[in-house]
Each structure stands twice: as structure tokens, then as C-alpha cells.
């Protein structure tokens, strides 16, 4: 079972870290987006005519679209969303909550591809991480973690804040350069237009570089990690909604130990999301098990 629920969670945060990687871009230089705003427009010239339709040519360009889903994610308090795809660590799905203010705090539900109808979950919330199932939690405590250990989980969870910030997808798409306006597509019974573009790993490296010290060395992380499955580029397409939020964000990389291809669905913002830790009596310190065990620093 420990075993299972590893590599489910293996799987999952490796994605997260690789779909965070195309927010590396987050801050980068303004030089870059210049660049890149001239190159949507210029793309935005060849998208069909039934994307401008009801909103005016300018108003449907890449860069308003981005921009404005940038705003509007501004505001956004609290988000749910689905999960499906691959990675080369094996196949993920799940569902997650994530309230973001006034403190971050997330619950991810996983179908474990091994065990096909279980599910395990995980929790994130006051600075531990809990992963359970059948009523049985593993807690991961950041703040009495070996310091290397305790570095690779903060970095996964604040990859996961990364990964599924709307407006920090808008943001890294705005780095392309090649970004352009697909075309209008209807994503559960909701309008939306659809944007694509790709991201280098020199692009974000160059980004990452121009950041303050904590957030390059969480950028750091999930360039390495692209860097470990061979990733020298990611493909990204954006679908967003008439209220200019964010409804869905497919990420795709060809790596050298294979493909990655998640898509994130958004289902619901700035609903009330309350995650708890479990009871006491159902957890265990995986931290204190690994130390004892030597495992603690690995």
C-alpha cells in the first residue's frame, strides 16, 4: 500500500512540477514580453474571423485575451479542478481544491493506476502534507524534515501553487513566441477561445535568472526536473471563458524518457474550499520513519 500511494503521488507531483514548469516564465524580463506581444499580434492577424465575432478585432487579439484573464485571476480566492494525463512516471487523474487566500492550503484526490477504483488523497495545509487512504494517513511535516528532504517537498508544493494559478498560465503564455488565437471552442456547454503557444526551457532559464532568490530557487526545482526527463520545450493551449477566467490548460513535452501531456480543467472559482488535517489517531510521521530508517536525507 505505501508503495502504491508513493509512486501515485511520484506521478502527480512530477507533473505538477512539469506543468509548473511553464510558469517559470512568471516575472520575466520586460524586454521578452515586449517581444512577445508583437509576435501574438502579428500571429493574432491569421486567426479566424469567427473569434473577433461579437467582441471586436482587438479585443480577441492574444494579448488582450491573456492579459485580461491575468486580471481576472487576480481576484480569484479559491479554485477546483480535474486533472488527466501522462507523464513518464505513469498516468495521473485525480480532482483538486485549493483555497489560495487568505492561506494556501489544498486537497488532491488521485485514482491510483494501479489499484483501479482506489483513490488515495493528499492534503496540504499548515505546513505538512498528508497522504492517505482507507482512513490511514503519512504526514510529511516540512518544519522537522531533513533540510534536503524538507526542500524537495516545499518545492512540490509550491510547484503545485505554480502549476494551477490561472493567471500565472496566462502570464508564461504572454513569454511565447509564437502564441497565437486558435479559434472558439464550447468546453462544457461554456464559450471560450482558444489560445496556444510554446515555451523553451532557455526561455524559462533566462526568466528564472531575473527573479528574486526564493522564487529562483523554486524555479530551479522544476527546471530540473525538465531537465531530468529531457524536456527542452513545452507546448501549451489555453481555452478561456467569456468571464475571462481561465476554463481549461492543456501542457505537452517530448523528453527523452518520454511524453508528458496533462490537461487541467477548472471547474468552479472563489467557492468556499476548507481543508483540515486528518484525525491524529489516523496519521503516522513518514518523516520520523525515514530518518529512522536512513531515508531522511535521500
Known amino acids: 500500500m505505501l508503495a502504491n500511494r508513493k509512486k501515485t503521488v511520484g506521478a502527480a507531483l ?45 479585443a480577441a487579439t ?38 489560495l487566500k487568505p492561506a494556501v492550503a489544498m486537497a488532491m484526490k488521485l485514482a491510483s493506476p494501479d489499484s483501479p477504483g482506489e483513490t488515495v488523497e493528499m492534503r496540504l495545509v499548515a505546513g505538512a502534507m498528508y497522504i492517505g487512504a ?32 490561472p493567471g500565472d498560465k496566462a502570464n508564461a503564455l504572454l513569454q ?23 515555451l523553451t526551457l532557455d526561455q524559462m532559464k533566462t526568466a528564472a535568472a531575473s527573479e528574486d532568490q526564493a522564487t529562483k530557487d523554486r524555479r530551479e526545482k522544476t527546471l530540473q526536473e525538465l531537465q531530468k526527463q529531457g524536456i527542452t520545450s513545452l507546448t501549451m493551449d489555453m481555452w478561456i471563458d467569456e468571464s475571462n477566467h481561465t476554463k481549461q490548460v492543456r501542457t505537452r513535452g517530448q523528453g527523452s524518457k518520454g511524453a508528458t501531456d496533462m490537461t487541467i480543467k477548472f471547474t468552479d472559482y472563489n467557492k468556499p474550499v476548507d481543508v483540515q488535517a486528518p484525525p491524529a489517531d489516523q496519521v503516522v510521521d513518514l518523516a520520523e520513519m525515514m530518518k529512522g530508517s536512513g531515508e531522511g536525507g535521500a
Not at 184 to 189: A, H, N, R
Request: net charge neutral.
Open 14 to 58: 512530477a507533473a505538477v512540477l512539469l506543468v509548473g514548469g511553464a510558469t517559470a516564465c512568471e516575472n520575466g524580463d520586460k524586454n521578452d514580453k515586449k517581444d512577445s506581444g508583437k509576435a501574438a499580434a502579428t500571429a493574432s492577424a491569421s486567426a479566424p474571423a469567427s473569434a473577433a465575432a461579437g467582441k471586436g478585432a482587438a
Open 62 to 99: 492574444p494579448v488582450a485575451l491573456l492579459e485580461g484573464t491575468k486580471k481576472t485571476s487576480e481576484e480569484i480566492t479559491s479554485l477546483r479542478y480535474a486533472m488527466s494525463g501522462t507523464t513518464p512516471d505513469g498516468a495521473v487523474s485525480g480532482e483538486v481544491s485549493m483555497a
Open 134 to 165: 482507507e482512513g490511514k494517513w503519512l504526514k510529511f511535516d516540512v518544519k522537522s524534515m531533513d533540510p534536503k528532504a524538507a526542500a524537495q517537498l516545499d518545492a512540490a508544493g509550491k510547484g503545485t501553487q505554480n502549476a494551477e494559478n
Open 176 to 198: 511565447s513566441k509564437d502564441v497565437k488565437l486558435v479559434g472558439e471552442e464550447t468546453i462544457d456547454g461554456q464559450k471560450t477561445k482558444h489560445l496556444a503557444g510554446t
